[in-house]
C-alpha cells in the first residue's frame, strides 16, 4: 500500500523509523528491536539507509521482515550522494522485486572525504530518476528551520519546491523541538504553493549526549525550557528518558490539538520509547 493512501485515508497517523545494523553480526539483534516497534502496529515504519548504499542489503531484510511479519507498511530510504546511477538503478530493481511500493528518497550526507559521486548531486535528481523507473509513491525531507548547508530559508524554500515539482508525494521533516519553527514553516510551504502532506519528526531526546549529537548534526534550535530539562535531568538517566517521553509526547499533542494529522517518531531504535509515546496518545489519536 502507498504511504500517500495512508496518509489521506487516516484522520491522524502516527509512524516509526527504525534503522538497519552497520555490521551483520548485529543484525539479528537490531531485526529484534525493529521486530518490537513493528509489533506495535504503526501507520508505517521507515527503514534508513547508510551512506554510499553500505547498508542497502540490510535495509531491504529489515523492511520485509517488518512488513510481511507484522504486515505493517515500510518506507525504505535511498540515498544517492555517493552513488552512481547504476547503483541507484540496481536499487530500485530490487526495491521493485521486493514489492515495495514507497521511498524515501534523500541527498543523503557528504562523504567525510567529501568525494560524493558525480552521477547525483542534489535530492531532486534522485527524485525525478524514481519516478522515470516506476510508479513508486515518494517521501522526502524538508527542514523547518532551513537546511544547515543553506544560508537562507528563501532558498532552501526554493530547493524544496525543486523537489516537490520533480515529484514528491510527500514530506517529512527534520526533528524540530520548537512547534512554533513548525507552524511557521507549514506557512512559508503555503506561501511557495508547496500542498503535499507534511509528516512532523519529532525526535524524542532521553539523554544529555543524544541533544549534543543531534543538534550539532542538523543545526536545530533548542528552546529555553528544553535545556532547562536536560540541565536538570541530564545526569540522571531515568529521570531523563521520563522527561524526554514527556517532552515529545506534549509536541505532538500540540500538533494535532492544532490540525497536524500526521506525526513520524524518529524512535532511534528503541521500542520502550515508542511504545510509552503511543500509550500516551492512546486516546487521542482516535479522535
Known amino acids: 500500500m502507498k504511504i500517500i493512501d495512508i496518509l489521506n485515508k487516516k484522520k491522524t497517523t502516527l509512524s516509526f523509523e527504525v534503522f538497519p545494523p552497520k555490521k551483520i553480526e548485529n543484525f539479528d539483534s537490531v531485526q529484534q528491536v525493529t ?3 513493528a509489533a506495535l ?9 547508510g551512506a554510499g548504499g553500505g547498508t542497502s542489503e540490510f535495509t531491504l531484510n529489515i523492511a520485509k521482515n517488518i512488513r510481511d511479519k507484522y504486515g505493517v507498511e515500510v518506507l525504505p530510504h535511498l540515498t544517492c550522494v555517493s552513488s552512481t546511477k547504476e547503483d541507484v538503478h540496481q536499487m530500485l530493481r530490487k526495491i521493485q522485486a521486493n514489492g515495495f511500493d514507497n521511498i524515501m528518497a534523500l541527498r543523503g550526507d557528504i562523504p567525510k572525504d567529501g568525494a560524493p559521486h558525480d552521477d547525483y548531486h542534489y535530492a531532486s535528481e534522485l527524485i525525478e530518476d524514481i519516478r522515470a523507473h516506476g510508479d513508486f509513491c515518494i517521501g522526502a525531507a524538508c527542514y523547518p528551520e532551513g537546511h544547515v548547508e543553506c544560508s537562507h530559508k528563501n532558498e532552501d524554500i526554493k530547493n524544496l519546491k525543486r523537489k516537490v515539482d520533480a515529484g514528491v508525494d510527500f514530506l517529512t521533516t527534520q526533528m524540530f523541538f520548537d512547534n ?4 511557521n514553516f507549514l506557512y512559508r510551504l503555503r506561501e511557495n504553493d508547496i500542498r503535499v502532506p507534511v509528516l512532523a519528526g519529532i ?3 532521553t539523554n544529555a549526549v543524544q541533544l549534543s549529537r543531534s543538534v550539532a548534526l542538523s543545526g536545530t534550535s533548542v528552546p529555553t525550557r528544553f535545556r532547562e530539562i536536560v540541565d536538570k535531568f541530564g545526569d540522571h538517566p531515568a529521570a531523563m528518558k521520563q522527561a524526554g517521553i514527556i517532552y515529545a509526547t506534549e509536541q505532538i499533542v500540540d500538533l494535532i490539538a492544532n490540525d497536524v494529522r500526521h506525526i513520524h517518531v524518529y524512535s ?5 520509547i515508542a511504545e510509552a509515546i503511543q500509550k500516551n496518545l492512546s486516546e487521542i489519536l482516535k479522535v
Open 35 to 37: 521486530e518490537e516497534v
Open 41 to 49: 502496529k504503526p501507520s508505517f515504519m521507515s527503514v534508513t539507509y
Open 180 to 183: 512554533a519553527e513548525f507552524f
Open 203 to 205: 525526535m524524542p531526546i
Open 268 to 272: 532511534m531504535n528503541k521500542p520502550d
